[in-house]
């Protein structure tokens, strides 16, 4: 009775050790991540947005500097005219252009019609120049007033366009603290699985210490723990380590799958382990195995040969 009582303890222990412990990733981490991604692809378009303002910004005080400098000589070349019209203004009236003496002193009528005409002309055009002045350098001054409007437009958006790329920034940078948290998270949830699943493995039960099938010794989640639950695998390593460490337990090694063999590729800088399930007739053959698809995750995929970098198939015992 207390035979058959240890028995079914140690069967229902092996059941249990059978079900793998999950950690799956929070929705919340994922939604995160996808968030993440978008606010950088929002980010990017910010801040070429701001980048187009700045170009334009720039552009835009040249112009208003150059309109600014182009008025101050208006302005200077209207003084220097009305400097001159006043200066012509005294000359008239201290010494009028038509004087009595100048009538009396007229040989004949064509003459002093000349001198009328002369001193009208200089007059006239005088008034021209000056008036042209004055429309240019308004002229100048509106156009001026026009693009400084526009400068003051172009900064205004910039600053909203610099205030939106701040606040996309900000909260980029929080939901990365959250996508890095979730990630941390994840990573001790891992740590904490493969832990218990160790102390749970290996715990001692009335001075015996119970194993999984196979005397299980990897690391919980991953490729190897998985494959060692489906084969008695004795050696250790990582999996590209499998490949050498078969051999001296009388494992024999080929180039051809097999159901029920072990195939060990080169995918990860530490290798990879997959059981085979199928041989097809085409030379084909179908896995399943953790890990790959993520971690903790079984997952099954049919492979052609050249497809991955195979190292090779470990069989049973020769």
């Not at 001692?204 to 210490?209: D, E, H, K, L």
């Not at 119970?210 to 919980?220: D, T």
């Not at 041989?279 to 997952?299: K, L, Q």
Request: aromatic share 6%; proline share 4%; charged share 20%.
């Amino acid at each position: 009775m207390k035979q058959t009582c240890a028995t079914l303890f140690f069967a229902l222990l092996l059941s249990v050790l059978a079900v793998p412990v999950t950690a799956p990733i929070p929705a919340a981490a994922v939604d995160a991540e996808q968030e993440l991604a978008r606010l950088d692809m929002q980010l990017t378009q910010d801040q070429a947005k701001l980048d187009g303002l700045n170009n334009q910004v720039e552009q835009a005080a040249g112009v208003v500097d150059a309109l600014n400098r182009k008025l101050a000589e208006d302005q200077k070349r209207e003084t220097v005219l009305d400097k001159q019209v006043s200066a012509l203004a005294r000359n008239q009236y201290e010494r009028p252009a038509i004087s009595i003496s100048t009538l009396l002193e007229a040989p004949t009528l064509q003459e002093l019609i000349s001198n009328f005409a002369q001193a009208r002309l200089i007059s006239l055009r005088q008034q021209a120049v000056q008036k042209e002045a004055k429309q240019l350098r308004r002229q100048d001054q509106q156009v001026r007033d026009q693009q400084a409007v526009k400068l003051n437009e172009v900064k205004s958006a910039k600053d909203q366009a610099a205030s939106v790329v701040a606040h996309t920034l900000a909260v980029r940078n929080q939901v990365n603290d959250q996508v890095l948290a979730a990630k941390a998270a994840s990573v001790a949830q891992q740590g904490q699985a493969t832990q218990a699943a160790a102390v749970f493995v290996s715990r001692p039960v009335g001075g015996v210490s119970i194993e999984a099938p196979g005397g299980n010794h990897f690391a919980y989640g991953y490729c190897t723990w998985y494959v060692a639950n489906r084969r008695n695998i004795p050696w250790f390593g990582n999996a590209i380590e499998w490949w050498p460490n078969a051999r001296p337990y009388g494992y024999a090694e080929g180039g051809s799958p097999a159901v029920g063999a072990v195939m060990v590729t080169r995918e990860s800088p530490i290798g990879h382990v997959a059981y085979v399930e199928s041989v097809g007739g085409d030379g084909s053959w179908t896995v399943s195995e953790m890990n790959y698809a993520g971690w903790n995750m079984v997952s099954r995929r049919t492979i052609h040969p050249g497809q991955v970098p195979l190292v090779g198939f470990i069989y049973g015992k020769a």
